[in-house]
């Protein structure tokens, strides 16, 4: 017992070390070269044109006047809206690198544009801020998969109704 509570412990105090003392934050991903890119915003286009049919098919089949399909929808209408974003995002950083953003402190950044262009700067700034359209997306399909399951659920337990006798 005294061997799992130390194991406890030990995996917790590495956890807690790792999560608040980190060196380096990794939360965006680069792609090199230019083909990484390309590969990359092919397969954002791919995911808009998925989650478009997926919406389409949905509606043509009126699965939406379910309320968990219904969230369903609206959680692939939100992925179109974030991979729009990372298109855009994509773009400005990694293909026309029109930005450029240094760390000036460890909660401040500095974003310039390379053209001097304040309005291309607050573009940027606010669409990085992606995870106001991924979350919601996330939460909407959470909501739809937990309608769905109980809607699944209590189907599953009613009572058969048997014929009258015959």
């Not at 791919?46 to 399909?69: A, C, N, P, Q, T």
Request: with cysteine; aromatic share 16%; charged share 15%.
């Amino acid at each position: 017992m005294k061997y799992k509570i130390g194991l406890h412990i030990s995996i917790f105090t590495a956890f807690g070390w790792i999560f608040f003392n980190p060196d380096i934050v990794l939360a965006t991903q680069t792609h090199g070269g230019p083909e990484g890119i390309y590969a990359h915003q092919i397969a954002h286009l791919f995911y808009i044109l998925s989650m478009g049919f997926f919406i389409h098919w949905l509606r043509e089949r009126k699965l939406v006047e379910e309320s968990g399909w219904r969230f369903i929808q609206y959680a692939a209408f939100f992925l179109i809206l974030w991979n729009l974003d990372a298109i855009l995002v994509h773009f400005i950083d990694d293909q026309i690198g029109l930005i450029h953003w240094e760390r000036i402190g460890l909660w401040h950044i500095q974003i310039t544009a390379q053209n001097g262009n304040n309005a291309l700067e607050i573009l940027y700034y606010f669409a990085k801020l992606d995870h106001l359209l991924c979350v919601p997306a996330l939460f909407f399909l959470y909501l739809g998969l937990k309608r769905l399951l109980k809607t699944t659920h209590s189907e599953s337990t009613k009572p058969v109704e048997k014929g009258n006798g015959q």
